[in-house]
Nanobody, 122 residues
Framework: QVQLVESGGGLVQAGGSLRLFCAVV????????MGWYRQAPGHQRELVAD???????NYRDSVKGRFTISRDNAKRMVYLQMNSLKPEDTAVYYC????????????????WGQGTLVTVSS
């Protein structure tokens, strides 16, 4: 059974930084892809960044150069370092795990955590 616990969100001024944490309970963590998603009020959930089991990363254009996804297989943790935050980054952020990057990129996943709220003030 997969369990995901996100933390690290909060209120920050534009231009500031936050680091999000995702603790994963999964027997397949080290061979799985991971992703960070976000959902802003009135918007659909979108994929922000993903990372393969081998550590290859991808980002949506709007966060490239500002966000960094990383993973620690020994700790079964995934991180999202967010710098130069903008008001449009305001959303609830979720992490998830999938067998492949393709699975992560569809977002068609059964289990979701509670997310962590990031609010960026202007």
């Amino acid at each position: 059974q997969v369990q995901l616990v996100e933390s690290g969100g909060g209120l920050v001024q534009a231009g500031g930084s936050l680091r999000l944490f995702c603790a994963v309970v999964s027997s397949r963590f080290d061979i799985s892809a991971m992703g960070w998603y976000r959902q802003a009020p009135g918007h659909q959930r979108e994929l922000v960044a993903d990372i393969s089991s081998g550590g290859f990363t991808n980002y949506r254009d709007s966060v490239k150069g500002r966000f960094t996804i990383s993973r620690d297989n020994a700790k079964r943790m995934v991180y999202l370092q967010m710098n130069s935050l903008k008001p449009e980054d305001t959303a609830v952020y979720y992490c998830n795990i999938g067998r492949t990057l393709a699975t992560i990129r569809t977002g068609d996943l059964e289990v979701w955590g509670q997310g962590t709220l990031v609010t960026v003030s202007s």
